[in-house]
């Protein structure tokens, strides 16, 4: 059963058209992250929540920005998307304890055209 | 703030060889490591973590890593690659108890 989803799949946009992309956990799981990843690139992280404390990394792009409604889902938000966002974005969750394992969904694949 | 370095790009072995990836990680205080496996247009799978205690940690389909403070390594291996194997796997350390800073990868290719 997926633990971790996310939608859609694979999304196409259009260069400065926005765009959101979802993330939704059936693990109730405290922590929820996104990252960024780039072709043949290792997994970089744009920004996390700890319920609903917002963390962002000190050098994500303002273009993006993130919503978390409730526990179970969480949003990225790509104001306007340049040709350089075309990535895989990944969602993960976590419990509350550090120790406790991060589990990844399957990936958004973006296309900026 | 960490780093993780994983010298190999690429890897190639063939099915049924041993196989290890190396991995060395650049941190003041004990390193919280993992090794995640990255299939082809899929999310990360964890294999295996180190927090303390036994620096030899079991992992999922029949990995291990060892964990040597004096040389900064956190070497993943299996002792017989099987063709599913093939895959990218990553090295990462966690840093401030909440983020993980991964390497730049291994891409394993298995030859029958």
């Known amino acids: 059963d997926a633990m971790v989803i996310q939608n859609p799949r694979y999304q196409v946009t259009q260069f400065g058209k926005p765009v959101t992309l979802s993330c939704s956990q059936t693990?109730?799981?405290?922590?929820m992250y996104w990252y960024q990843q780039k072709s043949s690139q290792a997994p970089k992280l744009l920004f996390h929540?700890?319920?609903?404390?917002?963390?962002n990394e000190a050098d994500t792009p303002d273009n993006f920005q993130s919503r978390r409604p409730n526990t179970s889902f969480c949003f990225l938000d790509i104001r306007s998307p340049g040709l350089g966002d075309a990535a895989m974005y990944l969602c993960a969750t976590r419990g509350g304890d550090f120790t406790d394992t991060q589990y990844f969904g399957p990936g958004t694949r973006l296309t900026v055209l | 703030a960490q780093s993780v370095t994983q010298p190999d790009i690429h890897i190639t072995v063939s099915e049924g060889a041993s196989l290890e990836l190396r991995c060395n990680y650049s941190y003041g205080a004990t390193p919280y490591l993992f090794w995640y496996v990255q299939s082809p247009g899929q999310g990360l799978q964890l294999l295996l973590k180190y927090f303390s205690g036994d620096t030899l940690v079991q992992g999922i389909k029949g990995f291990e890593a060892e964990f040597k403070r004096s040389q900064s390594s956190f070497n993943l291996r299996k002792p017989s690659v099987h063709w599913s194997d093939a895959a990218e796997y990553f090295c990462?350390?966690?840093?401030?108890?909440?983020?993980?800073?991964f390497g730049a990868g291994t891409i394993l290719r298995v030859k029958s």
């Open positions: 990462a350390v966690m840093e401030y108890g909440n983020k993980l800073v």
């Open positions: 929540y700890y319920d609903k404390d917002f963390n």
């Open positions: 693990l109730n799981h405290n922590v």
